[in-house]
């Protein structure tokens, strides 16, 4: 709703720069991406949002929502944020609640105190409190309490005051961070050293908790945290025997399952509230009263030979396109190239591998040492060991390629750029 959201902040880090920027873009919407250089967790993030937005425009609302959240009314959602919005205006911090449909022990819960102005669904905050046990969770429901969505809306002069009164280590660091930003290929990157001197907290802990401005939203509208494959499972749509499919799958005899597969024919036979994830690099199978131990079995992988997977994705975004890795060996990698019309690669050499470019849709404009030529579907080029190259797509569609790279050392680092649109070293 553009007539009642300005254009939004995405506060991320490097790794997801170029992914949070194209998904902007797939959906039209223009989006300042601004890159966190360490992770600080949510109050310096939050402490960002609201010192720029305050530069942007003083004393405005700011709504901030985290990234891995899912809204399926959005019609509700908006008049929930029309109403927090009077309370924000008064200068209040404004948390948005769900009215619980069940008793869950995975969500912190409000209680909701004296309403304001006399709306029966705007409150403020009597307590926030933890999980719950089940029997406890029972007599939330029946006193009224609140499911909590740990989404927020506020002035950004408020958050800023609160921040300077509970956290002022916090703020001073980041709002240093951010009067000594520097743009980058579009991105807004916060100034490091200024950045990493702030204390890691979380802005329930550093703010929340302690500033006596807190008023509540009682939200109607479908929301989920996702953060598990449970509850990726709960707001699915689902097929027969309550099974919910995502990509490439089949279900014979079960009930209650969830496959996720990005490409993989995945089939469940006989099981009973399972998930499966099968993505291109690797499989995931685990009960679904089990998924909150995935955690830790990624920290598991990460100590052991597996950790390629948890570093690092099949399709890595480029300020170009992407590279997607169909098939690495020792000697050897084949992948699938995607350049964005009107962008390039650097001009660059190898020292210990050759590459192989197939065009398979558009036109490539290719430069080898001194000799540029043009490339169509079905066209391919050799490029030696240790020659100046680039690839640019000059044309109005996306160019892709298949590249084959043959040599002694494949690794990323052997990469020697010697001109770069992008300032990449």
Known sequence: DKGLYAE????????????????????????????????????????????????????????????????????????????????????????????????????????PGEAIDGEKDLSIVDAFVEKPDMKTAISYLEKGYLWNSGNFLFRSDVM???????????????????????????????????????????IDYAVIEKTKRMAVVHGHFRWS?????DAIWEIADKRGNDNALEGNGVFIDSEGCLIHSTQLLTTVVGARDMVVVATKDAVLVVPKNRVQDVKGLVETLKDGEHAPQTQSHKRVYRPWGYIEHMYVDERYRVGHITVDPG??????????????????????????????????????????????????????????LVEIQTGAYIGEDDVIRIEDDYKRR
């Open 225 to 229: 945290d996702i953060g598990s494959w």
């Open 343 to 400: 962008h390039r690669i650097s001009f660059q050499k190898h020292y210990h591998r050759s590459e192989h470019w197939i065009v398979v849709k558009g036109t490539a404009t290719v430069t080898i040492g001194e000799e540029t030529k043009l490339l169509t579907e079905n066209q391919s080029v050799y490029i030696p060991i240790g020659q100046p190259h680039r690839l640019a797509n000059e044309g109005q569609i996306p160019l892709e």
């Open 8 to 111: 939004p902040l995405v506060i991320t880090n490097e790794d997801f720069r170029f992914f949070a920027r194209r998904q902007a873009e797939e959906i039209d919407l223009p989006a300042t991406v601004v890159l966190e250089p360490a992770r600080r967790d949510s109050a310096a993030a939050m402490a960002a949002a609201a010192v720029l937005a305050e530069r942007r425009e003083p004393g405005c609302l700011v709504l901030a929502l985290a990234a891995d959240h899912v809204v399926l009314d959005a019609d509700k959602f908006s008049d929930a944020v029309k109403l927090g919005a009077k309370a924000a205006d008064q200068g209040n911090i404004v948390v948005f609640g769900l009215v619980p449909t069940e008793p869950r022990t995975s969500y912190g819960y409000i209680k």
């Open 160 to 202: 800023i005051a609160e921040l300077k009164a509970f956290a002022p280590e916090i703020l001073a660091a980041v709002t240093q961070a951010v009067e000594q930003y520097e743009s980058d290929l579009g991105f807004v990157r916060l100034h490091q050293a200024s950045f990493e001197a702030s204390p890691k907290n979380s």
